[in-house]
């Protein structure tokens, strides 16, 4: 079997080359460059790659030029394809194009294309795989706007293992099968090392897409090569593979912002994973059953701050849209039962919890549930954001937007403790999730965006300087799951998820800065 592969080969995954043990080999072609991602938005020195094709196995390490500069502010929306017939059956697909969508997939990038109907996009690449072109299809609809077919965003290689069922996997492949499942980073098969091919891919697909003359952009593609994007993007190395959910359909929002000085721009994720589906329904992560959960809740928007991200006081009452904002929020909690219900001495913030807890204590008589709900609340001091906030609005006129760069704008001092306050309050979460008395737990953090966002850093064991690196919106939810329970690593099921806000809810291209800049 070995003998049809060299480790310095790629496999071509659109044409069949042969059949064995019931899946299929593909034809070789030239393998691509491979790049090590020092940083990103989080550090702004890179180095750059020698000429000649490097990669350290040791180290998993990439080397590479900084990401392209930028004139003007670009927007990226990546979308996963539909469900497809191999999604189905729990076929293993990698990067094989003998499957197609299912009528549930095609429905569902119908619901993607209502998504983003009415949005603006300059031009579209997609995934040559017939699942993602399909998708793409299907979004683009009547455009007229450009069509770009990249074969660097197909899924991701997996060489002898597409075509098996995920059983046949671990009985063929036993030992290989197991690293794909704990160790993904390291994994290896056929002398290659597929989550590191992706990684290299694409970083490559970046300087493709950013070198395009859109400033709004769609992509369309798979599962693992989106979660390589967010990850490379925000400078995170190959062990953060399945730690970004991407669902059938999930779109996900990349801002690249020009510096003033030029060089690599200001990268910031918008947006991760808003599907057609809830995104606390089921129990599953990625393929992965879990019981452990943290939701996190933005309060609803204060009068001074409408429906961006910062008010100009630490301590503000929610205006009108923040209280139909907390109680659309509740309402989508409504399917989830809570166990408890953590929240910042914030005015707004304790407010959206009290609105969150009445809803679920009578869920049953809003016909949820066949009995009552009894929610526990708490107030953590370690979440509220009075320093950060009352330095910002020193710094800014106006510090209802958190403009690009505005970390550099707080005092070292202030962020540091900041940051080191919103870890002890992170651990205060990790140990609330840990009861062993109850089998389900889900708990409900209600605070504000900009400790939300540390929050974030803190789970992704991330350094303060991250904290530019995500945006967040007045009552939005972002949801962390826990396969491997508390003391396992967190998964990110979404990020600034506000599609339950109806009305309300946040365009998916809506600038969060400039409209004139998109």
Request: charged share 20%; aromatic share 8%.
């Amino acid at each position: 079997m070995n003998s049809l592969y060299s480790p310095h080969l790629a496999l071509h995954p659109l044409i069949p080359h042969s059949k064995y043990d019931g899946h299929f080999y593909l034809c070789r072609i030239r393998r691509p460059n491979f790049f090590h991602v020092r940083s990103s938005s989080i550090s702004k020195e890179r180095e750059k790659s020698p000429s000649v094709e490097k990669f350290d196995f040791e180290t998993q390490s990439y080397s590479t030029a900084p990401f392209p500069s930028i004139r003007i502010a670009k927007r990226v929306v990546l979308v996963r394809h539909g469900q497809s017939t191999w999604n189905e059956e729990g076929r293993i697909q990698g990067s094989s194009d003998f499957s197609v969508l299912t009528p549930k997939g095609e429905a569902q990038a119908e619901t993607s294309k209502q998504m983003l109907l009415t949005d603006s996009f300059d031009v579209c690449f997609s995934s040559p795989l017939s699942r993602s072109k399909r998708t793409a299809e299907i979004i683009w609809a009547v455009r007229s706007e450009e069509m770009i077919s990249e074969y660097d965003l197909r899924e991701i290689d997996l060489y002898s293992f597409q075509g098996l069922l995920k059983h046949e996997g671990k009985a063929k492949f036993g030992n290989a099968y197991s690293q794909w499942q704990k160790d993904p980073a390291n994994f290896n098969i056929d002398g290659h090392y597929p989550v590191r091919e992706l990684w290299a891919r694409a970083r490559n697909c970046w300087n493709k897409i950013l070198n395009h003359k859109g400033k709004s952009v769609l992509v369309v593609a798979h599962n693992a090569v989106n979660q390589a994007l967010v990850a490379t993007a925000l400078g995170l190395g190959t062990n953060y593979f399945r730690i970004l959910l991407q669902s059938n359909c999930g779109v996900s929002v990349l801002d690249f912002t020009p510096r003033p000085e030029g060089g690599s721009p200001y990268i910031c994720l918008n947006r991760l994973n808003q599907t057609p589906n809830s995104p606390i329904a089921g129990g599953s992560s990625g393929g992965r059953k879990t019981s452990k959960r943290i939701i996190l809740v933005c309060h609803g928007a204060t009068e001074s701050n409408g429906q961006v991200g910062l008010s100009n006081s630490g301590d503000q009452a929610m205006s009108m849209l923040g209280v139909i904002q907390s109680q659309k929020t509740a309402e989508l909690l409504l399917d989830l039962k809570v166990s408890s219900i953590i929240f910042s001495p914030q005015r707004a913030s304790t407010d959206t919890a009290t609105t969150i807890s009445k809803v679920q204590e009578a869920a049953d008589c809003l016909g949820a549930d066949c009995i009552p709900r009894y929610v526990e609340m708490k107030q953590i001091k370690e979440l509220q954001a009075d320093h950060l906030l009352q330095q910002l609005c020193k710094d800014s006129a106006d510090a209802s937007l958190l403009q690009p760069g505005w970390v550099n704008n707080l005092g070292e001092k202030v962020l540091a403790e900041r940051w080191d306050e919103v870890e002890k309050g992170w651990n205060s979460l990790l140990a609330e999730l840990s009861d062993e008395l109850e089998a389900e737990k889900n708990v409900v953090v209600v605070g504000h965006p900009v400790v939300h966002v540390a929050l974030i850093g803190h789970c992704l064991n991330l350094s303060k300087e991250c904290m530019e690196s995500f945006q967040l919106d007045a009552g939005s939810i972002s949801v962390i799951d826990f396969p491997e329970g508390p003391t396992g690593r967190g998964v990110i099921r979404c990020i600034n998820y506000t599609a339950h806000l109806g009305r309300w809810s946040i365009p998916v291209t809506r600038p969060s800065v400039d409209d004139e800049s998109f």
